[in-house]
Every structure is written in structure tokens, then in C-alpha cells.
């Protein structure tokens, strides 16, 4: 089959919680276990977001320096990937905060939508200056779309030079806002990515709540990644709660290679997303 599986597991969120989903890493100490144990189970890209001591959202640098040494001293091998989207309502100066540390890798949302009851903002002058400081810091951006018309903009802002191809998408399908994670959602972005002829690109899927784990299976068998995790879905099987983010790693790594198709290390993931 195609090239290896790249699995992200986002691990925390921002708008998931411990009350929701008891065994939600928040601490750097419990990020630092869950992203160890994500690896073991196949994971390779951990998504961060951080939290404050009493679980509030945050994007404090030197909260996100704290989680990634943590990680880091357990599981070195792992590709971090910060989150620049944050949490809803948070300024778009706070979000660029933890680029200035350098991540191998971070998210770059495209377009502004409903989320849920609220809006998510990223107007496009601060999308502009976010890829303009990824690109300064040698950071990797993670094309996050939640619908057609942000995936239109990615090659929008590649014709004007301010993002450079391959891209890396991440189809973040299922948020009550953009577009939902039902099959022909998929076929329909797939195929305008084979419009724009961008082969080398790649693309991974992160279906939220029910969309998870069939959108995962889709995306195994068409040569796409995927994301699973409690930032988008916290349950195992309907009703029933996951017990880890490693949980869900390990039901997507076993289904690929029974499928036939190999998961990628951090060190093959780094060889596909082209990392040094
Ligand atoms: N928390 C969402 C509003 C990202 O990490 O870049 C945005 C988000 C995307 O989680
Ligand atoms: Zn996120």
C-alpha cells in the first residue's frame, strides 16, 4: 500500500475536560505520560495545547516550555506540533506567544467559522502574520481546514508567496460549524486537493466525536494520516469513555497494519513531512 501512516494524537485540547473525560492529560507531568504513551502505540506527532494549574486554557510560553521538556525527557523522539489556534476568544497575540520556542511543528488555522455556540476567529491578516512567523522561526505548519473554502485559501496564499508547498493539511471534519465527517465531506476535499495538482502535499484527517474512528479508517485506506484523541473525541465506543489517548492511537495503528499499511515512527513521520 502507500507510504507509512503518520499518526497525531492530540492529547489535552483546549475545550475538553477532566469532568468530561477523567483521564484528560493537563499537567505537564500527565501530558508527559499520555504523549509516552501515544508513542508507544504508534503515535508520532504529539498536537500540544497547555493548560493552567487549574485547567484553564493557556498559551503562555513558558507553560508550553514546561510541558515540552516534560515530554521531551520521556519520549524524545516526538514530533511536537504546538497549537497556535488555542482555545475560542483568545487573542491572536497570545496564540503567536510559543512560536518564539521554536516547535519542529505548529497549527495554522485558515479561516474563521462558527464553532459550536461561539466563532473562531483568524482574519486573514493574522493568519498572513502567523505563517510569516513560522516560516522566520523554521517552523513547520500544520494547515488546519474545517472546510472547502480554507483548503481554496491555502493555495490563495501560496500564489502570493506567504505559504510554500508541499502543504501538510490536517481536515479537521465534524466541528458543528464546518463542514461535518461524512464520507463524501472527505472524497470532496481529496479531490479538490487532486484539482490543484499538489501531489507532493499531504493530508490527515481528525474526525471530531462520532466521526473519529470511521474517518480514521477512511483515510488509512486512501493514503491520508490521521489525528484521533481527546482534543476531538473522548469515547472508545458509543457511550463508552476511552480510558487513554493511547487507546485510541493503538485501535487506529492495529487497524492499519491489518490493512496492510505500516505506521510511521517520529523518525520516518520526519522523512515525510520533510523535518530535518
Ligand atoms: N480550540 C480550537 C478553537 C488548533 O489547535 O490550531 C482550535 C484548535 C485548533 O484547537
Ligand atoms: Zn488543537
Same mark, same amino acid.
Given at each position: 500500500?502507500?507510504?507509512?501512516?503518520?499518526?497525531?494524537?492530540?492529547?489535552?485540547?483546549?475545550?475538553?475536560?477532566?469532568?468530561?473525560?477523567?483521564?484528560?492529560?493537563?499537567?505537564?507531568?500527565?501530558?508527559?505520560?499520555?504523549?509516552?504513551?501515544?508513542?508507544?502505540?504508534?503515535?508520532?506527532?504529539?498536537?500540544?495545547?497547555?493548560?493552567? /494549574? /487549574?485547567?484553564?486554557?493557556?498559551?503562555?510560553?513558558?507553560?508550553?516550555?514546561?510541558?515540552?521538556?516534560?515530554?521531551?525527557?520521556?519520549?524524545?523522539?516526538?514530533?511536537?506540533?504546538?497549537?497556535?489556534?488555542?482555545?475560542?476568544?483568545?487573542?491572536?497575540?497570545?496564540?503567536?506567544?510559543?512560536?518564539?520556542?521554536?516547535?519542529?511543528?505548529?497549527?495554522?488555522?485558515?479561516?474563521?467559522?462558527?464553532?459550536? /455556540?461561539?466563532?473562531?476567529?483568524?482574519?486573514?491578516? /493574522?493568519?498572513?502574520? @502567523?505563517?510569516?512567523?513560522?516560516?522566520?522561526?523554521?517552523?513547520?505548519?500544520?494547515?488546519?481546514?474545517?472546510?472547502?473554502?480554507?483548503?481554496?485559501?491555502?493555495?490563495?496564499?501560496?500564489?502570493?508567496?506567504?505559504?510554500?508547498?508541499?502543504?501538510?493539511?490536517?481536515?479537521? @471534519?465534524?466541528?458543528?460549524?464546518?463542514?461535518?465527517? $461524512?464520507?463524501?465531506?472527505?472524497?470532496?476535499?481529496?479531490?479538490?486537493?487532486?484539482?490543484?495538482?499538489?501531489?507532493?502535499?499531504?493530508?490527515?484527517?481528525?474526525?471530531?466525536?462520532?466521526?473519529?474512528?470511521?474517518?480514521?479508517?477512511? %483515510?488509512?485506506?486512501?493514503?491520508?494520516?490521521?489525528?484521533?484523541?481527546?482534543?476531538?473525541?473522548?469515547?472508545?465506543?458509543?457511550?463508552?469513555? %476511552?480510558?487513554?489517548?493511547?487507546?485510541?492511537? $493503538?485501535?487506529?495503528?492495529?487497524?492499519?497494519?491489518?490493512?496492510?499499511?505500516?505506521?510511521?515512527?517520529?523518525?520516518?513521520?520526519?522523512?515525510?513531512?520533510?523535518?530535518?
Amino acid at each position: 500500500m502507500s507510504h507509512p501512516l503518520i499518526i497525531t494524537c492530540a492529547i489535552t485540547g483546549a475545550e475538553t475536560t477532566k469532568e468530561k473525560q477523567p483521564y484528560l492529560p493537563v499537567t505537564p507531568r500527565e501530558q508527559a505520560l499520555a504523549a509516552e504513551e501515544a508513542v508507544k502505540a504508534g503515535a508520532s506527532v504529539i498536537h500540544l495545547h497547555v493548560r493552567e /494549574d /487549574d485547567g484553564k486554557p493557556s498559551q503562555r510560553p513558558e507553560r508550553f516550555e514546561e510541558a515540552i521538556r516534560a515530554i521531551r525527557e520521556r519520549v524524545p523522539s516526538a514530533i511536537i506540533q504546538i497549537s497556535t489556534g488555542g482555545a475560542v476568544g483568545e487573542s491572536i497575540e497570545n496564540r503567536a506567544r510559543p512560536l518564539t520556542l521554536k516547535p519542529e511543528m505548529a497549527s495554522l488555522n485558515l479561516g474563521t467559522m462558527n464553532f459550536g /455556540d461561539e466563532v473562531f476567529f483568524n482574519h486573514p491578516r /493574522d493568519i498572513v502574520g @502567523l505563517a510569516a512567523r513560522m516560516h522566520q522561526n523554521g517552523v513547520l505548519p500544520e494547515l488546519e481546514v474545517y472546510e472547502a473554502g480554507m483548503l481554496e485559501a491555502a493555495f490563495r496564499l501560496a500564489k502570493q508567496g506567504i505559504l510554500r508547498e508541499p502543504f501538510h493539511f490536517q481536515f479537521v @471534519l465534524g466541528v458543528p460549524g464546518g463542514m461535518s465527517g $461524512e464520507p463524501r465531506n472527505l472524497f470532496h476535499m481529496i479531490s479538490l486537493l487532486e484539482s490543484y495538482g499538489a501531489r507532493d502535499s499531504h493530508w490527515g484527517v481528525a474526525g471530531v466525536g462520532r466521526y473519529q474512528l470511521p474517518l480514521a479508517v477512511q %483515510a488509512v485506506v486512501l493514503g491520508g494520516h490521521v489525528r484521533v484523541g481527546f482534543e476531538d473525541n473522548i469515547f472508545y465506543n458509543k457511550g463508552v469513555l %476511552a480510558t487513554s489517548n493511547a487507546q485510541l492511537v $493503538e485501535r487506529v495503528a492495529r487497524l492499519s497494519r491489518e490493512l496492510g499499511r505500516e505506521v510511521a515512527t517520529p523518525e520516518v513521520a520526519r522523512k515525510l513531512l520533510g523535518l530535518k
